[in-house]
């Protein structure tokens, strides 16, 4: 079974940075899809930003040049350094893997029932 675990979450002010961490562990293949979502209260969750694991990466539009996603294959962890952070990007934020050999259409699409293991989440509060 695959395991992920976030890390990185807390509260900051708007206009202030944080870099979340996904620790994966228990699988063996090599082709997969990674990507970080994230669910606000009374909200869908939402794709925030999806790699794949040679690392090419796509963001969803509102995050745009403020969000980085990162995929250290070397440490099996993968990164989202935020910056320029706004109240509405206030959620908690969840870290997926889907195993999957081609991942460019699940990188545009980003939609969570895509994905089929899950880490148990971290807040991001941004006042």
């Known amino acids: 079974d695959v395991q992920l675990v976030e890390s990185g979450g807390g509260s900051v002010q708007a206009g202030g940075s944080l870099r979340l961490s996904c620790a994966a562990s228990g699988y063996t293949y090599s082709s997969y899809c990674m990507g970080w979502f994230r669910q606000a209260p009374g909200k869908e969750r939402e794709g925030v930003a999806a790699?794949?694991?040679?690392?090419?990466?796509n963001v969803q539009f509102s995050v745009k040049g403020r969000f980085t996603p990162s995929l250290d294959n070397a440490k099996n962890t993968l990164y989202l350094q935020m910056n320029s952070l706004k109240p509405e990007d206030t959620a908690v934020y969840y870290c997926?893997?889907?195993?999957?050999?081609?991942?460019?259409?699940?990188?545009?699409?980003?939609?969570?029932?895509?994905?089929?293991?899950w880490g148990q989440g971290t807040q991001v509060t941004v006042s």
């Open positions: 997926a893997y889907v195993l999957r050999r081609y991942c460019s259409d699940y990188l545009r699409s980003m939609q969570a029932p895509d994905f089929t293991e």
């Open positions: 790699v794949d694991y040679d690392g090419t990466a």
